[in-house]
């Protein structure tokens, strides 16, 4: 019979031209289709796949560990990375820096109407293929819209669960005077990539952002034997900030080589054009460790074995300071303070 | 980094510190003011006074574009963008500092006015042009470095006819400031301040040139020596003054060949004259009213003042009484002897403008040199 609709037909969601509309999170069929078609298309495990209000998952060894992150990085798109593989990267490090082997992932998305679905399941792929890389499953999700103009493209919130065998204990109120701080590699490289996109200041420099996943290295760090007391990613606000809150919490004094800090060139050309520090410049595929002063050359040998940590270098120590000061020797042989970023120094870096 | 890490070298400076403590004298003090906040500042990041002799003190001096700047005139930019609803473009550090009523350009942004960071003028030429049915106004601050910019922008805007486009004009002049403080009584009569020379500043410098200092040299008898911003330059300054005091001359000098000739950029002054003009008088944060030390638009680009153009008026409006900032602009205090640094005022809640700016002298010593002031005061 002409005119007559099919029975069980379902126009397909269209992800070269189309975008997201107010029904995406209405709770009808076009939200059940996103999900369905681009969500689970590229997420899917068998998790995911019970369809229920929530994941019943099976408990690791160990305690738990739980952290969470939302990420509101602009440009979406940027040189070495995107939000999507962001959002993987942020939390699985966030987790895996507690020593811990992350497992699971949920992921909350606060989409904007008109935001473009081929832009959207870049994204999705792009988060897909960074927690098959970590080895982690997302195994729950929320889908909301807000109108054009009450979001920016796209949100991620993403928390991580993942579980730290028996004897290890990493925090950050455990540094010792006479333990060795070591840095997994270049610092700045991410903060410096978001900004060379930025707007108002693109500039033609070849730095990529460090987006990655950290467990693997963790996992090496871990195996190695040495005594690690803290391990934590200098994220937001960068070295300077990570160093400090541990100075703080152990309520020790930390000295710095400003020498052996790995700083790729064009990051620091780049910082100095801008007037910026590179020690106060975020990562997202870095972390710093704290080991006791003998174990320190067996974590180097270690982290440099590993992919990720082959930049891996000693950069300073622990030192008895009631006032907690980070302190540095300065390359021109002077010294001053490392202290925490003052203000905003550059909104939405991840 | 080529060009700059030669500048930035450990092992000549080094031999530099060796040869300034074999040249001073042990038995006098020697005194230097650095004028400008570019140098503060490379001092306390490098850890230039780790390698001076004892008696060789630095003195930071007023020329932090952003410390300067009183509270009225922020208050102004306040006023334009929460009541005339300009977008109003300002450079970063500006942003936070303090104004009257527990405001900054911050937290009226925070309050919904339109401010937004701009790292060059040109940025707030293209706001303008993106957004042709709302006013834009460009708050311009700092020394001779950036008022040609500013001059090229607003010649821009008037070849372009963007008529919503305009400039809150607060830049100042490096010698007139120089000449205040060496008129200050501190410094003339009462000798509170010893000052023994001035490292001359560097980016300045290349816009006027080295010859506007002469006059200071010869009719105060204070040596200047103008340096680049990198810590050799700085290192190598001091050399040359330590030098000029001990052989009794007051000369200018410069350290900066590559970049400073004494006539400076004619284009850029040239430019500079055919926007602006002196004001009769401009009120400077510590310094007080300083007759003809600031500029103003000339009156055939009226139509680009946003003085002007929103009928402004500028009402003075004096300093969070406890906040040191006039004496340490004029060097007459350093940042500890303020009795609210670091404690009430600090770089997250600067009560006064030195502590905003990272070139200014409370900022500076909080965030790179306060381990300084327990190892001289043990807990």
Known sequence: MSGQVKKGYARPLDIKHGCVDMSHGGGGRAMVQLIADLFAEHLSNEYLAQGNDGACLPQGEGRMVVSTDSHVVSPLFFPGGDIGGLSVHGTVNDVAVMGATPLYLTAGFILEEGFPLADLARIVESMAKAAKDAGV??????????????????????????????????????????????????????????????????????????????????????????????????????????????????????????????????????????????????????????????????????????????????????????HGFVQMKTKFGGRRMVDWLSGEQLPRIC | MKYVDEFRDGEVAQGLARAIAAEVWPDRRYNFMEFCGGHTHAISRYGVPDLLPPNVRMIHGPGCPVCVLPIGRIDLAIKLALENGVILCTYADTMRVPASDGLSLMRAKARGGDVRMVYAVTDALKIARDNPGKDVVFFAIGFETTTPPTAVAVRQADAEQLKNFSVLCCHVLTPSAIMNILESPEVRDLGTVPLDGFIGPAHVSTVIGSRPYEFFAEEYRKPVVIAGFEPLDVMQAIRMLVRQVNEGRAMVENEFTRAVTPEGNAKAQNLVSEVFELRRSFEWRGLGEVPYSALKIRERFAEYDAERRFSLEYRPVPDNKACACGAILRGVKKPTDCKIFGTVCTPENPMGSCMV???????????????????????
Do not use: W
């Not at chain 1, 200041?201 to 990655?212: E, G, N, R, V, W």
């Not at chain 1, 174990?295 to 622990?318: C, F, N, S, W, Y």
């Open chain 2, 357 to 379: 700016s990272s070139e200014g002298a409370c900022a500076a010593h909080y965030t790179y040199g306060r381990h300084k002031d327990v190892e001289e005061t043990p807990p």
């Open chain 1, 137 to 322: 499953k997302l195994v729950a999700g929320d889908t909301k819209v807000v109108e054009q103009g009450k979001g920016d493209g796209v949100f991620i919130t993403t928390t991580g669960v993942g579980f730290l065998p028996d004897g290890i204990h990493l925090s950050g109120n455990l540094a010792q005077p006479g333990d060795v701080l070591l840095v997994s590699g270049s610092v700045g490289d991410h903060g410096m990539a978001i900004m060379s996109k930025r707007e108002n200041l693109s500039f033609d420099a070849p730095i990529l952002s460090d987006s990655t996943a950290l467990n693997g290295l963790t996992a090496a760090m871990l195996a190695s034997g040495a005594t690690i007391r803290v391990m934590r990613d200098p994220t937001r606000g960068g070295l300077a900030a990570t160093i400090n809150e541990i100075a703080h919490q152990s309520g020790v004094g930390i000295h710095l080589e400003e020498a052996a800090i790995p700083v790729k060139p064009e990051v620091d050309a780049a910082c100095e054009l801008l007037g910026l520090d590179p020690l106060n410049i975020a990562n997202e595929g870095k972390l710093i460790a704290i080991c006791a002063a003998e174990d320190a050359e067996t974590l180097l040998a270690a982290m440099r074995t590993h992919p990720q940590g082959q930049q891996a270098a000693i950069i300073g120590k622990v030192v008895e300071d009631p």
